[in-house]
């Protein structure tokens, strides 16, 4: 009997996952732009609170139906889901918090069925957050393990990445030069830059960032407002050509972008809408899950800025094995490796800088090292960042079988990558 091996089609869905609302899109393995579905009979409003109500009989609600139960008194209601998690994950309450943000995202990752009701498909799940800190890091560290059953694979990342994804899916003339984006909401106005350097092989996009604060004359008066945003227009824009220019918010809402609009000037291309978050991270997924080759890497202050490689020799012939790939979100490095030490008793860790031509070799020594055949000398070595440019080794004796037992013997060391 041949064995037959059934391919599930992907279906990407991007999560806008804010701290009072979320937003949902899905894109088919089969491409096209990605679509976002609304929880509500107004189709366009893709709005989802970040809520949750549990009823006393074990029953659960989510987004706006579970907000109507806020005077009820047989549940609770649980709001600001995602933040909650992360003010408590580092306490006794971590685990309860992000069950509940779990249980939210599962179910919205049924409302794929509006999109596609008949067919099975496997769930790449993107989940973009205004920032991207290593307390959220721990969140989705738990979230991923406790949503390993309902989606295959799953990325994170900010704001600022999203909008990387989503701007080089446009059309080119769009991003010919600097790409701006404007993002007021919530009394501030944050405004993210995507520079790419065209000469690096993929070509780095450089993400920067500025926040304003609205003040409180500019918040009521459309006028004041648009004084306000076109001196932030002219700020962000000196001494830069801008050929795309996206405004998000519910801050552009209402007729007043006068003085704005004279300012944005007739040769940039501007877009103004609300739910591009989703669609970036609906983007990302397609092209992370793919693991190919895209012309195109994200550079912040979250993305490890080198290489790093174990020369190694497999199969009689010698290879470097990636630690870290350069523009990985340092706190997802994890590695482990399993060898035979020979030679001298020291392992060779190959550093290159993004942009730098030639590595550096961080030898680590292994301190008084067992004396025993070469070829019986197997160790594990394991690898994790603790923040963006230092790398912490950790290597262990493993023994050689009955004739060789584990020392357990450990050597760590932490490098400075840059």
Known sequence: MKEVTIHRKKIYMGLDLG????????????????FTVSTRSDRECYQIPVSLYEGKNGYYLYGAEAQKRRQDQNGILYEQLYLRAIDLIHTDGAGEAVERLALFVSRLVRLKDKLCQDAEYEICLSIAVPKLTPKAAEVFALLREMLKETAETMFFMDYGESFFYYTYHQEKSIWAHDVAMFDFSDRQVRFTLLARESRTVPQIVVSGEKVWEVPALAEDDGQEKDVFFASILREAFAKRIISGVYLLGDGFDGNWLCDTLRVLGPNRRVFVGKN????GAAYAGSILSRQGDWPYSYDCSYKVQANVSL????????????????????????????????????????????GERNAK???????????RPERTRKIRISVRMINQQKLYVTILDLGFGAFYPSTEKQWKFEIDLY
Not at 22 to 31: D, P, Y
Not at 361 to 371: D, Q, R, T, Y
Request: net charge negative; aromatic share 12%.
């Open 19 to 34: 701290y009072d609302n979320a937003m949902v899109s899905f894109l088919k393995e089969e491409g096209g732009d990605p």
């Open 276 to 279: 591009l978050y989703t669609k």
């Open 311 to 354: 020369k190694a020799s497999v199969n009689g012939t010698q290879k470097f094995l990636p630690v870290v790939t350069a523009g990985e979100n340092w706190f997802e490095v994890k590695k482990q490796f399993d060898v035979i030490l020979k030679g001298t008793p020291s392992v060779d860790i190959w550093i290159q800088e993004r």
């Open 361 to 371: 070799i961080e030898p680590l020594l292994l301190e008084n090292v067992w004396k």
